[in-house]
């Protein structure tokens, strides 16, 4: 409906809302999402006498513009001749999922929840947060890969692994998972393509209801060639950030006015220009400071080695109030791939951000064959599970480096939902497969 023009017109949509007087109804007509995809349709009683919310109609019509004072959301609305009702809707829709449902409804009713015009503004800055991401991936030189869902190896720790059984040729089933990350695949990519990225599901078997993780989420990765020292990789985060939330401003503004989020995504993007380097040791000695204990009721303090739970991390990143970006992990927290500095941390970085949490987790690669061998080892890892891996140190070891981000989650932090469930078209959580 974006395309009408003076004259008259057919139109065909939903009916998504209807107020009805003595002699004539207002419709609200839909065919998509926000104001641009709606129209104002005069229904007088001789031509249709009832009509039921969520039906999908064919209207013929002459549009007509309204004054300036019209109570309605576009210039011009259609006064029908003709109705012809094509799929009637039942009339309990409204109160299947109203807007004002719970959490649980929604869920539970999401193939109709879909319809809730907020919601679907949400779904639609969900595309643009991905061309936005694409847009600067493909800016800055890296290729897109497509890489496969079913792996052999795990990339980031066997507790969150989705194991299943995979036809062999000749030998029935074997061992697979579904990927975690698609890392190992970009670096595989990276001497052959140049620098890369991809935007592809991830899965984890997460056992945790928490409002910030999925079983399955959709991951936007990139590696790129040419990084020496976390600083390089910092400088990649950066643009990274500055690039995707400018970029999300400007294809989404007029769907974040219709939720009124401008403001809010404008904020952002100044924080951008204002990111913050902590290190593990500094977050650690944050907490001490700050009262945020490792054990609220016996107050007893993180150590060093401590790594801090998610509750705790949120809540230094909600007070500290920017764009964090957390280095210099101590090398037992993180996956084995991780470059080290002589210290024992890793040339690590995730980026935490207020409301969420983590929205990256990233780092320089170590490129020692010797090194990486031993680190596979030390994870308790097999290293024939790792030859094509192993192969890129033994065939030109690049100097690289590269990250994850959580789409969902960011885009959670963009619109500043209290969960990430409230962004996400079709969660999967623990228990949910449908719909
Ligand atoms: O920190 P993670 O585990 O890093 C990796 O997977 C790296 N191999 C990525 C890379 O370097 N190519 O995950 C990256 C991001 C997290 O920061 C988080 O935003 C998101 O993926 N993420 C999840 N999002 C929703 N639900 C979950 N269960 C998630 N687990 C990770």
Redo the contacts with the bound molecule.
Sequence with gaps: MCDIQPGPVVVRGWIESLTSFKKHSFVKLRDGVGKESHVQVFVSVTVAPTLICESYVEIAGTVRELPDKAFSFRAFEIEASEVIVLGESNSDFSTKCPSEAGPDTKLNERHLHIRDPKFALITKLRAILVRALREHFEETSCTEIFPPSFVGNQ??GGSTLFKLQYPDKDRGDIPAYLT????FY?EYTLPGIGDSYCIAP?F?A?RSHTR????E?L?A?SEWSGIFTLDDHLEKLRALMKGTVSKFLEYGRKYLDELELVSHVEKLLVMCDDIITVTHREAIDYCRSHEIYKDADTKIHFDHEDDIPEMQERRMIDEIGKIVFLIRFPKSFK?FYFSTFEDGTVLGC?IEAVNVG??????VREYDLGRLEKAIEENGLKKEDYREYLDLRKYGAGRTS?????V??FLTWLLNAYS?RDVVTFPRIPGRLFP
């Design positions: 990339c980031e975690q990350s698609s890392q970009l991830s984890r997460e910030r993780h999925l079983t989420f991951h990765e996956s995730d983590e929205l990256v987790g990233s780092g590269g990250m994850g981000l959580g969902d989650r990430i």
